[in-house]
């Protein structure tokens, strides 16, 4: 069976199917890399924020004691100031990390969109690659029908050339 020669017609589409699944398997990278940029840094202001609290807890144990060993009221004000900046750290860094956990939602969703569009672009892909695939072996068959069609006439004519000029065919009784 001979080759074929001829050009896939949609080889152009075929192409920016390639090129769209590719494009769209860097965008799924990239987002991949934002959520897990974004849980990231989600986990180290939780960090932040539980390393505030053990401070004023620590904060207060000390404060207590110094009350306790008798401490004058004007330390006592310094504690409760300090005790209080502490607490707004806290309220400040929760809302942070409430800010940073809609950031990761959206993440995750953006990488969802992604997902979906490569999913998409490679069974377009997909579909194309196979497409080609039918083209090239509806392309062979038809070839290979032309060419037994082609040697059935040259058989004929041989025959016909024999008979003609007179000879027997040398596998009849």
């Known amino acids: 069976m001979a080759t074929v020669d001829k050009k896939y017609r949609l080889q152009a589409l075929l192409v920016i199917k390639e ?28 960090e932040e924020k539980e390393k505030i609290v053990k401070k004023w807890f620590a904060a207060r144990d000390e404060m207590r004691k110094e009350m306790d060993r008798g401490g004058m009221v004007q330390e006592g004000n310094v504690h409760v100031n300090f005790l209080r900046k502490l ?58 029908r032309k060419e037994e069609q082609e040697f059935d006439e040259l058989g004929n004519t041989i025959h016909q050339l024999k008979r003609w000029k007179g000879e027997k065919n040398q596998f009849t009784l």
């Open 87 to 144: 607490k707004e750290d806290e309220e400040k860094k929760q809302k942070e990390i409430e800010e940073q956990h809609e950031a990761v939602v959206e993440a995750e969703g953006a990488v969802a969109r992604a997902r979906r569009d490569y999913i998409e672009a490679a069974k377009e892909h997909q579909i194309m690659v196979k497409h080609k695939e039918l083209w090239r072996k509806k392309l062979n068959a038809e070839l290979s």
């Open 19 to 46: 090129r769209e699944k590719a494009a769209a398997a860097e965008a799924l990278a990239r987002a991949i890399a934002a959520l897990n940029a974004a849980r990231k840094k989600e986990k180290e202001l939780i």
